[in-house]
C-alpha cells in the first residue's frame, strides 16, 4: 500500500525505522526484531540505507520482507550521493522488481573523501526525486530539517530548497529528529506559508544511550531543550534508568503532537522492539481516543 493512501484516512499512525544489516551473520536478528515490531501493526516501516549504498542489497530485502511476509507497508530509503546515477537506477529496478512501492529519497551526506559531486554524480535530493518520477509509479518520500539542515546557514533558503523538491513530486515528508515540539510547530507554519501543504511526519527518537545522542545532536545541529538536557545528564550513565526516560520524553512529545492535531508520527526506534512496545503501549487509550 502506498502511504500516501495510508495517511488519507482520519485517525493517528505511528510508524517506525529499523536499519538493516551490515553483515549477513546479523540478518536473522535484523530480521527477527523486524519482525516483532511488524506485529505492533504500525502505520509503515521504513528501512534505512547504508551511507555509501554498501546495504542496498539488505534494505531491499528487508523492506521486502515487511511488506511480503509481515504484511506491513515498507518504506525503503535510497540516498543518491555516493553511487553513480545508473547503479542508483539499478536500486530503483530492484525495488520495483520486488513490489515496493514507496522510497524515502535522500541525498545522503557528502562523503568526506571525494571532491563533489563526482561525475554522473547526484548533487541534491531533488535530482533522485526526478529519475524515481520517470522510472515508476511510486510514493515518494522526503527528508526535512525543523531547525534548518547543517550545511544550509540561513532557515529561509533551505525551506525554499525543500520546495523545489517537494514541486518534484514528494508525497509525504519526514523530519529529522527534534527534542522540543515548539520548534516543529515553528516550522510547520513556514513551509505552510511558502505552499508546502504535503503532509509531514514528525520524526522523534526516543533516546536510550545518553552519550550517543549528545554526538548526534553536535553532528546534526539538533538542539537539547535544558529540560532533556537534564534527564541525559542525570540518567545517561545508567543505561535501564535512560532507557525508561526517554521512552517517556519520546511519549510525552508524541501525546502533545497528537494532542495539536498530528495525525501520524514516525519514530526512530531502530532495531528495539521492545522500546516501540513500551511506546505503543503508553498510547494504547490515546490512539483509540
Ligand atoms: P537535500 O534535500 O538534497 O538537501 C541537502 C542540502 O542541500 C540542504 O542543506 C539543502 O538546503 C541544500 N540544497 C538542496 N537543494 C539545493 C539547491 N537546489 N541549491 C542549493 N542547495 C540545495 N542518510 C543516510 O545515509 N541513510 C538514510 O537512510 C537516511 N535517512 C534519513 C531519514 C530522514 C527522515 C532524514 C531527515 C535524514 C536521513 N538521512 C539518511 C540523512 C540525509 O541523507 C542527510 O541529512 C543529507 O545530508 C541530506 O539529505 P537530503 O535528502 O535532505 O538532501
New binding site residues.
Partial sequence: MKIKDVLKDNKVHISFEV?PPKTEAAYDSVLSATEKIASLKPAFI?V????GGGTSKNTVKIASKIKEDFGVPSLA?L?C?SSTKEEVHQVIDRLKENGIENI???????PKSTEFPLPNHY????E?IEDIKAQGDFCIG????PE?????EHKK??IR??K??VDCGVDFL????FFDNSILYNFLYRIREQGITIPVLP?IMPVTNGKQVKRICEL?GTILPERFRAIVDHFGENPEAMKQAGIAYATDQIIDLIANGIQCI?VYSMNKPEVAGAIMNNLSEILKA
Wanted: one cysteine or more; glycine letters at 10%; hydrophobic letters at 35%.
Fill in positions: 536499519f521504513s534505512t540505507y547504508g551511507a530509503h540516498t550521493v524515502l529519497a535522500l541525498r545522503g551526506d557528502i548533487k541534491y535530493a531533488y533522485l522526503a527528508a526535512c530539517y534548518g539542515h547543517v550545511e544550509t533558503d533551505d530548497h525543500l523545489q523538491k519526514t523530519t529529522q529528529m520524526g546534526s514516525h
